[in-house]
């Protein structure tokens, strides 16, 4: 390209203040046109999965750090040749482009900070890069297996052919969801090894599972030649694993990204605010009554309808009725902010761990509104693309155990909320209904807050008021 400079793009602070961000995956390879606006890459934060576009036109020169790199927000992470202007006297030099191996460290860039996509970063540090659990190189690889070979007593190997100097061509990278890729990374298989049976060649969970499966089978069914006398010095043979058991006696998964800050959450909100959790039991059977008409009524169609949108109209309710509740403790002003407006978090599992997405301004949805609302937030966050936005700002929180089969729990607070409500699973239990005890559909609540501002009697007068608005739905419309 004459006439052309060199745009080295920075990793953007894509959410309020987070450091670091892992690259999941490149969607460009180096002498890939780009344009401006074009998703380049995908990295995870420890909030969420983003898709980063690229903020000019030009043609890929370097992707600095290879997929599985943790990298410092304001570190460069792509070289891009632009039109016009000279490059800058460091970057005339052109570099070829280092294996995944061992990646080339990114020029040297100005003191001063330049723009990104959200914000201006901090500045360039070092980064930590996981160790690869494969050699990506044939070579490597096949050198590998030789030495493994010989350990297991197979024999020596044959010596690998020697690499040519030349760099190849860089292959197209097999198809693979993020969680696919996470779960290739843990077991340690290579991607580009596996046959893909998904649609349009994208590999599934399934083909690495079956990838592993056929790794081990020759170590499992390959026969050893008996010594024709064993030394008296020679140590016993070692009985054979059980087939029922993997040859991996422990599996070591890095804690980073959701699960990380996950986990740094809960540590300080449970060393930080005092939590204290109360019970109910209540008899659901009208609410769940309830539930099958609306999914019935025209306004509710193509919507989604389930125990969890009345849960989350009821505890609206009974915040409307408990304000207080609805706030959060000010540690260094020393003062207890009490929220008029509530942005409802629902507790969702993903692949990359639970994140506690919140629809903002609930409190002003009407009933279609928030069925609405809890659709799209649901969807969003199995698909893996929630917005760092979309966690950020919660006053109160709904984490639902039931869905998989639990009584209740005693959930931790979402750090800076005062509330979060469980709800257990709902099953026919034999209850005294009108005198006479009969089958009803039951449910446990558990409500845990923070005593610091949350006393025992506004905490127990918010929980009633969730249990008698699920038992008596009708409340919905005096109470609301």
């Not at 690869?132 to 070979?149: E, I, L, W």
């Not at 966050?381 to 005693?410: H, L, Y």
């Not at 979402?414 to 039951?442: D, F, M, T």
Request: glycine letters at 6%; aromatic letters at 4%; proline letters at 10%.
């Amino acid at each position: 390209m004459t006439n052309a400079s060199v745009r080295e793009f920075k990793m953007p602070d894509v959410g309020e203040g987070l450091t670091e961000a892992e690259i999941l995956k490149w969607y460009v390879q180096p002498g890939d046109t780009v344009t401006d606006g074009q998703v380049v890459c995908e990295v995870e934060t420890a909030k969420a999965a983003v898709e980063l576009p690229i903020p000019y036109d030009g043609v890929v020169r370097d992707l600095h750090f290879p997929e599985g790199t943790t990298v410092d927000v304001g570190t460069s992470i792509i070289a891009v040749e632009v039109a016009g202007g000279a490059a800058p006297a460091q970057e005339e030099a052109a570099v070829a482009p280092a294996p995944a191996a061992e990646p080339e460290q990114p020029a040297e860039q100005p003191a001063a900070r330049q723009p990104v996509l959200v914000g201006y970063g901090v500045a360039t540090s070092s980064t930590r890069r996981r160790p690869r659990k494969q050699a990506q190189d044939p070579a490597a690889q096949q050198a590998a297996s030789a030495v493994q070979s010989e350990l297991n007593g197979h024999g020596a190997a044959p010596a690998p052919p020697a690499v040519p100097a030349a760099p190849a061509a860089p292959a197209q990278r097999p198809l693979a969801k993020p969680p696919v890729r996470k779960l290739a990374k843990d077991l340690g298989v290579d991607l580009a090894t596996v046959t893909p049976t998904g649609p349009d060649g994208v590999v599934t969970r399934e083909d690495v599972h079956a990838a592993v499966a056929a790794a081990q089978a020759p170590q499992q069914t390959a026969p050893e030649a008996p010594p024709a006398a064993p030394a008296a010095s020679a140590p016993a043979a070692q009985p054979a694993a059980p087939a029922s058991y993997d040859s991996a006696r422990e599996t070591r998964i890095p804690v980073k990204g959701v699960r990380k800050a996950t986990a740094a959450a809960m540590v300080g909100s449970a060393f930080t605010a005092p939590h204290v959790t109360e019970f109910v039991t209540v008899d659901v059977t009208r609410t769940m009554k309830l539930v099958e008409e609306l999914k019935q009524d025209k306004e509710f169609a193509g919507l989604r309808v389930n125990p969890l949108l009345l849960i989350a109209k009821a505890l609206l309710v009974a915040i409307r009725r408990n304000p207080d509740i609805n706030a959060s403790w000010d540690e260094a002003a020393q003062e207890i902010v009490v929220k008029h407006y509530v942005n409802l978090g629902i507790a969702a599992a993903t692949p990359r761990g639970l994140i506690v997405p919140n629809i903002k301004d609930a409190h002003a949805r009407t009933l279609p509104e928030l069925a609405a609302s809890l659709g799209e937030l649901v969807s969003t966050a199995r698909e893996g693309k929630t917005s760092p936005s979309a966690m950020q700002g919660g006053t109160v929180t709904i984490t639902n155990v039931g869905v998989f089969g639990v009584d209740t729990g005693t959930p931790l607070l979402n750090p800076g909320e005062s509330a979060i409500l469980a709800v257990g699973a709902i099953k026919p239990q034999p209850w005294v209904h009108k005198g006479k005890v009969k089958p009803r559909q039951v449910t446990t609540l558990a409500l845990s807050f923070d005593h610091r501002l949350v006393d025992g009697e506004l905490g127990s007068k918010v929980l009633a008021d969730v249990a008698a608005v699920l038992e008596q739905p009708k409340r919905l419309i005096t109470w609301a």
